[in-house]
């Protein structure tokens, strides 16, 4: 891209700017931050990725997916501050999310052991799993605060915590799966996704292109599915204490 078309790309900074300003929404200072902030990291990003690309080293590749991690750990954990050892929680559910994914990529050869794969497919997996834990940890513990009665009326009766909250935390793991499902049902037809599209721009086969979409498609799937599992029954036991009652000022 030229520098004329790099500044003239703002615009579209600009244009829900104005739009706030003229409704009193409120979001423009938010919008502002978000642009700059944005294009910074990507700036950055890119040039780390240059030169993570020239080196072709295994550690570096390591360490960005590290960064990548921990990153999102760091994010989502804010939105599950109520859950005892939250932090540890997500860090193992995306460790375990990357190395099933990776595994399954590098071990059956569907793609090269190169930083060109490995990063960039690795940032789509756990920004993904970092999106669908914010949202499982949002409905879960707002579950659990709207239901909090039935949860200590089935533990009254002699039933387990994994039994008196069961429902909740099914409800929970559906509800933040379930975007990702119907968002794919339309793929192709409603929207082109990011990747594959920019793929096209770049002079990539536009079949070629496809069948490296489906994949991830596929990817986030399994990384939705495998975020609020393993997130979910990590966390609910937090809730309880060892006399099997539910520990209210987690919550509250």
């Known amino acids: 891209m030229s520098i004329t078309s790099i500044v003239l790309m703002f615009i579209f900074i600009i244009i829900p ?13 938010d919008t502002l931050i978000a642009a700059i902030r944005s294009f910074v990291q990507l700036l950055i990003v890119g040039y780390i990725l240059q030169f993570i690309f020239d080196q ?3 550690i570096f590749i390591i360490l960005m997916v590290m960064l990548i ?3 999102a750990t760091q994010n989502a954990r804010k939105k599950g501050l109520e859950i005892p050892g939250i932090t540890w929680k997500l860090l193992l559910a995306f460790v375990a999310i990357e190395v099933i994914t990776q595994g399954i ?3 059956f050869k569907i793609t090269p052991p190169t930083a060109q794969y490995i990063i960039p497919i690795s940032g789509m997996i756990v920004g993904n799993a970092m999106v669908l834990s914010i949202l499982f940890l949002n409905r879960f513990m707002s579950e659990v605060k709207q239901n909090e009665n039935v949860i200590e009326l089935v533990l009254c009766l002699g039933g387990t ?3 008196a909250i069961h429902k909740q935390l099914i409800t929970s793991i559906q509800s933040s799966v379930i975007p990702t499902i119907e968002q794919q049902k339309t793929i192709g037809l409603v929207q082109l996704p990011g990747m594959m599209s920019g793929q096209i721009i770049g002079g990539a086969d536009p079949i070629e292109a496809v069948l490296f979409q489906i994949l991830i498609v596929f990817m986030l799937l399994t990384s939705a599915t ?3 599992v393993i997130l979910g029954f990590l966390s609910y036991p937090t809730l309880f204490n060892k006399k099997q009652q539910l520990i209210e000022s987690q919550y509250k």
Do not use: D, R, W, Y
């Not at 700017?17 to 200072?29: H, Y």
């Open 161 to 163: 915590p994994k039994q």
């Open 17 to 29: 700017i104005v739009i706030s300003k003229s409704f009193n929404l409120g979001l423009g200072k």
């Open 105 to 107: 990529l590098l071990g």
């Open 56 to 58: 072709e080293s295994h």
């Open 69 to 71: 991690i921990g990153a």
């Open 226 to 228: 495998m975020t609020s």
